[in-house]
């Protein structure tokens, strides 16, 4: 059974950061690739950022270049999101997904950030 | 910057069936798009319904179809039931980067 388990998240202030992980299991974690979706309260869903299985390669939304650092270690099945001069509109629940054909076939529960201004 | 489009709102009668459309600002949805569709109820994470164009993902009933109707990406819901009463959101590939982007969501009420 695949998991996605996000972990990390809470109250910052802005201008704060923040470091969000997800333990993932069920499936082959090196080879997939995997991202970070969130979703402002009342809002809709926004891709934030993505990496690939195979050698890391890396994309992210325009509204967090520069700003966050998605990252992954291998051996412990882990997906990170380093968030860094957090601003009031990155307050969301974001949740990590499984890549699939350019869409999400996996995703885990979510995790709440509040940034406070 | 081509925006994905989604209604914002649709109802459908219990019982009934409904189309529900994701296209561009500019131009036409293509298979070449993966358009892939999702299910959201309050307070939950999304949940995978449909993935390269018209491929159900495991366990959705098929009562869940998806195509590209005209120049649109579509999802058809038959035989609506109480609990499709959610928000429905599409993603597009856009040719480039890891992944798609997201419409803007179809607030889905069923009378």
């Known amino acids: 059974e695949v998991q996605l388990l996000e972990s990390g998240g809470g109250l910052v202030q802005r201008g704060g950061s923040l470091r969000l992980s997800c333990a993932a299991s069920g499936f082959t974690f090196s080879s997939s690739d995997m991202s970070w979706v969130r979703q402002a309260p009342g809002k809709g869903l926004e891709w934030v950022s993505s990496i690939s299985g195979g050698d890391g390669t890396t994309d992210y939304a325009d509204t967090v270049k520069g700003r966050f650092t998605i990252s992954r270690d291998s051996f412990k099945n882990t997906l990170y999101l380093q968030m860094n001069s957090l601003r009031a509109d990155d307050t969301a629940v974001y949740y990590c997904a499984k890549n699939w054909w350019y869409g999400f076939e996996y995703w885990g529960r979510g995790t709440l950030v509040t940034v406070s201004s | 910057q081509t925006v994905v489009t989604q209604e914002p709102s649709f109802s459908v009668s219990l019982g009934g069936t409904v189309t529900l459309t994701c296209g561009l600002s500019?131009?036409?949805?293509?298979?070449?798009?993966?358009p892939s569709w999702y299910q959201q109820t309050p307070g939950q994470a999304p949940r995978t319904l449909i993935y390269?164009?018209?491929i159900r993902s495991s366990g959705v009933p098929d009562r869940f179809s998806g195509s590209i109707l005209g120049n649109k990406a579509a999802l058809t819901i038959t035989g609506a039931q109480a609990d499709d009463e959610c928000d429905y959101y599409c993603v597009l590939y856009m040719g480039s980067g890891l992944s798609g982007v997201f419409g803007g969501g179809t607030k889905l009420t069923v009378v």
């Open positions: 390269k164009t018209n």
């Open positions: 500019s131009g036409s949805v293509s298979t070449t798009y993966f």
